[in-house]
């Protein structure tokens, strides 16, 4: 202890610099925001929504839905426009103030369909149709559609200095209504929705430009006839600088962007069927003087977004929420203000912590207090979140905490911490034990360098990782892998091997370096065998968890490498390079070809006792990068007298021995009986067929049985 004191009264200005550091290492972070850390800090700031929780929403917002109840009863969409003329007369009945569409009627039906459709909304008092503009498109729409959306443009501008309208996003097309059903409609808003990068939906596009015009979305259009105002834009040199439906602000961001404050997930707000307002199932005052916006919800044919509370959140219910929004005044706040209080955080949190380790004497007590800033932090944006609707960065003062603990212990660690501690802990976890006491005995063997020594290296790769990776939750494929990962790399060091690296699925082990081992191919042989029979158990425990049954394969094979520290001064590690460790890699991939498991080299056959394994030659092979054919053998198991796999090996060795005499009719006879004893023995299969093609095709007369590997 007195070792650390003296330690902290040593390098005070040490720590303050690295708290500074910190603060300015976190601010550049901060006003870069690369994506990676602005996905995150979006994501916590998600999360507070779920620890928030669902709150009520304005009760003069519904939504009439094209719902899975609906679809079942008056059929698949999309429904003929006599069917929506229907459900128009039915709205009618329940008197709702205005309905919006978050549909585009953008072609033809009949002239008939049409007609009706296009009197029913004339009957209507306030309905708004959508629409949805295009970045690029091969079709101009129609003159008069365009000229009748231009009723909604948004004219009532005020200019507070140079306007500078191209902070706006702006597009150059647009799918409109057909003329015919345009003209009856009171007004109208897109519902284009921008996503972040990560494609979730966490502000809503009220403003585009079109054709040097500007157009309000389908909810500031629905606010517009519900409030009965209009809507009115200022502009500063920096773009939006307020948006106004009738007397109420809406704040924007310089493009013309809200952000989202939703209430909850799918369906909080009133949600009516389609099928039940046709039918008039619903009482009369359920829509009466409401904001109704009309869209699908059914999940086939919705337009579903991600949003913080709910991965499939219907896109209609997002123009509910903001005109909800509006209505209550629930509005998030990030501007100015909360971009000064970000960079005070990132400034005066750093400095404050590293100024209280400067007086921790233990690890543990520096640990407690950095997790205390951080859950203090975090605290304090929740409430700013919940209380005061403030969008605070969650991310980059925590981020900040942990520059500087990170850097402060780690620096401290550096000064006072004894070398073998270190050591011990870097390299426990990968090479054997024998290895981490020759390190620590003599650490000079961690220079850069290598010798030349007789080993043998093992690979194992996963089956079908790729397309378990894209089926499986990333959470359930970390498990998965974690659980596989640590017996095998038990096992690898109870055989004195040695953990080269993990190469994602796979493993490569390498047996005979850094320490001699004699018998390194046997011990190799033996962690393969014991490999599969572990993957065995936890298959059948997976089971019981609805996991994936998994399998592998694995290569082996004996001979020189160049085995040491490889790498530069600043980064090296232990590892084998060489012929021998490529030729490993490639039969581990012949087991794909063959359906075996286990392939090893007959130079590690060569160094096996033959009475403790079953093995048998599987082909000659030219594997990829190597000229000259070499004998590839299975690897079946450990020899046991009752088994049958003597009885296998037998007779699929003297099928084999009538292919390479290319006796193929006999060869393929063998092989077919063998398959009827072991009919799930792949190899004989896969030379069944090639007998089958040599039939018809024989190879030429200097055939030599030999097969040239085109895959690694």
Not at 175 to 188: Q, T, V
Not at 535 to 545: F, G, H, I, P, Y
Request: one cysteine or more.
């Amino acid at each position: 202890m007195s070792q650390k004191k003296k330690g902290n009264r040593d390098f005070p200005l040490a720590a303050i610099s690295i708290g500074i550091f910190s603060a300015l290492l976190s601010l550049l972070l901060y006003v870069w925001s690369p994506s990676i850390l602005r996905t995150i800090d979006l994501k916590l700031s998600d999360f507070r929504f779920k620890i928030r929780g669902e709150v009520t929403p304005n009760s003069n917002v519904a939504i009439v839905a094209i719902d899975e109840k609906s679809i079942n009863q008056l059929g698949r969409w999309p429904w003929s426009r006599y069917r929506l003329a229907e459900l128009i007369d039915k709205l009618k009945d329940y008197d709702p103030k205005v309905i919006a569409f978050d549909i585009t009627f953008s072609e033809h039906e009949s002239e008939d369909a049409d007609r009706a459709l296009g009197e029913a909304l004339e009957k209507f008092r306030s309905p708004i149709l959508g629409y949805f503009f295009r970045k690029d498109s091969t079709q101009e729409p129609s003159p008069v559609s365009v000229k009748q959306i231009k009723r909604s443009s948004i004219k009532l501008i005020k200019f507070l200095g140079d306007p500078k309208t191209n902070f706006i996003d702006q597009f150059n097309s647009a799918d409109l209504n057909i003329p015919e059903i345009g003209a009856h409609a009171k007004g109208f808003g897109f519902f284009n929705a921008i996503p972040d990068d990560d494609g979730t939906v966490r502000r809503a596009q009220l403003l585009i430009k079109y054709k040097d015009e500007i157009y309000p979305s389908l909810n500031i259009a629905g606010m517009k006839h519900f409030l009965g105002g209009e809507i009115l834009l200022t502009f500063a040199s920096y773009g939006v600088d307020g948006l106004y439906v009738r007397q109420t602000q809406i704040p924007t961001n310089e493009n013309g962007q809200l952000i989202i404050n939703y209430y909850g997930r799918g369906k909080t707000f009133s949600t009516y069927s389609v099928v039940d307002v046709v039918s008039e199932k619903i009482p009369k005052e359920a829509l009466k003087d409401k904001l109704v916006f009309i869209g699908a919800t059914e999940t086939g044919i919705a337009d579903v977004k991600p949003t913080p509370f709910d991965p499939v959140f219907p896109g209609v219910e997002i123009h509910a929420t903001v005109a909800g929004s509006i209505l209550d005044g629930r509005f998030l706040i990030k501007d100015n203000i909360t971009t000064a209080i970000d960079i005070a955080l990132l400034s005066i949190l750093p400095v404050t912590l590293v100024l209280l380790l400067m007086q921790v004497q233990k690890t543990f007590i520096g640990f407690a207090a950095f997790a205390a800033f951080v859950l203090l932090h975090l605290l304090g944006n929740y409430l700013a979140f919940t209380r005061l609707s403030l969008l605070l960065s969650a991310l980059f003062p925590a981020l900040s905490l942990g520059f500087v603990y990170t850097l402060f212990e780690g620096y401290r660690n550096l000064v006072i911490e004894k070398r073998n501690r270190y050591l011990r802990k870097a390299f426990s976890s990968y090479v054997s034990p024998e290895l981490v006491a020759e390190i620590l005995q003599d650490p000079d063997t961690l220079k850069l360098g290598g010798e030349s020594k007789s080993i043998s290296v093992l690979f194992s790769d996963i089956r079908g990782f790729t397309t378990l990776s894209e089926i499986l939750h990333p959470e359930t494929l970390v498990a998965i892998l974690n659980e596989y990962l640590n017996p095998m790399t038990q096992i690898v060091m109870n055989e004195r091997g040695t953990l080269d690296k993990y190469i994602g699925d796979a493993i490569m082990a390498i047996f005979g370096a850094p320490l001699d081992v004699s018998d390194h191919p046997e011990r190799a042989c033996k962690a393969a065998l014991f490999m599969l029979e572990n993957l065995e158990n936890l298959n059948l425990k997976w089971k019981d968890r609805d996991w994936p049954n998994i399998s592998v394969g694995i290569g082996i094979n004996t001979g020189e490498a160049i085995v040491g520290n490889m790498g530069t001064d600043m980064r090296f590690e232990y590892t084998a390079i060489g012929d021998t460790v490529n030729l490993a890699s490639r039969l581990e991939g012949l087991n794909k070809l063959y359906g075996s498991e286990i392939i090893i080299s007959k130079s590690t056959l060569e160094n096996l006792d033959s009475s403790q394994f079953f093995v048998r030659e599987l082909d000659l092979v030219q594997v990829k990068g190597k000229e000259q054919p070499i004998a590839i053998f299975e690897l079946l198991g450990f020899h046991k007298e009752d088994s049958e796999k003597g009885v296998l090996i037998e007779r699929f060795t003297d099928a084999l021995r009538a292919y390479r005499g290319q006796k193929f009719h006999d060869a393929w006879k063998k092989f077919a009986d063998l398959l009827e004893l072991f009919p799930l023995d792949r190899p004989s299969i896969l030379y069944l067929k090639r007998c089958s093609e040599f039939m018809e095709q024989p190879p030429p007369p200097a055939w030599d049985g030999v097969y040239v590997a085109k895959e690694k």
